[in-house]
């Protein structure tokens, strides 16, 4: 299986989704998390990313008969590499890109679900700009921001008050 038909199904996305900037998480805990998917749907997605090399199982324990595991993200197996032979034709692609896109609008509808400020006070923006530049160009904007991000996907301790967030991009020419 490529790694984009592993990742860009609308249930594995919102696993990882909601794996991301977590040191590890239970199955149990994306159970609560993902409470619209069957368990059965999920532990059967839970599986196939373990498979892949996307999840890694840290431990499992038991707890009233049943295992319990904890999982862990890897990072480098979950995204996808533009490269990648599933994304080659553009109905792929355009089915991976809407999964992407509906895994950011359950991520909004559980912000608004949960109790929460005003979009403002929590710092929510959706925004889309037009800028001119070269390839060369942007490909040095990408790695400004790759690099402004990586001190806090990295670090393993949080201060006081931070919050997970979830950053998505999309980056495409419109000529």
């Known amino acids: 299986m490529t790694t984009s038909t592993l990742l860009l199904h609308p249930v594995r996305l919102r696993i990882v989704q909601a794996m991301l900037g977590r040191e590890q998480i239970t199955t149990r805990e994306l159970a609560e998390r993902l409470g619209d998917v069957a368990p059965a749907t999920l532990y059967r997605h839970v599986a196939a990313l373990v498979d892949g090399g996307v999840i890694e199982v840290v431990s499992e324990t038991r707890v009233r008969g049943a295992s319990e595991r904890a999982l862990r993200l890897n990072l480098s197996r979950a995204s996808v590499d533009p ?78 008050g931070a919050r997970r967030r979830i950053l998505g991009t999309v980056s495409l020419p419109v000529d």
């Open 83 to 160: 490269h990648d032979e599933g994304l080659a034709d553009d109905e792929r692609a355009r089915a991976g890109f809407l999964a992407y896109l509906a895994s950011l609008a359950a991520a909004f509808d559980d912000y608004l679900a949960a109790p929460r400020s005003t979009l403002e006070e929590d710092l929510v923006g959706f925004r889309q700009v037009a800028v001119v530049a070269t390839d060369d160009e942007w490909r040095a904007v990408a790695a400004t921001i790759r690099d402004a991000l990586l001190p806090l996907i990295e670090r393993s301790e949080a201060p006081d």
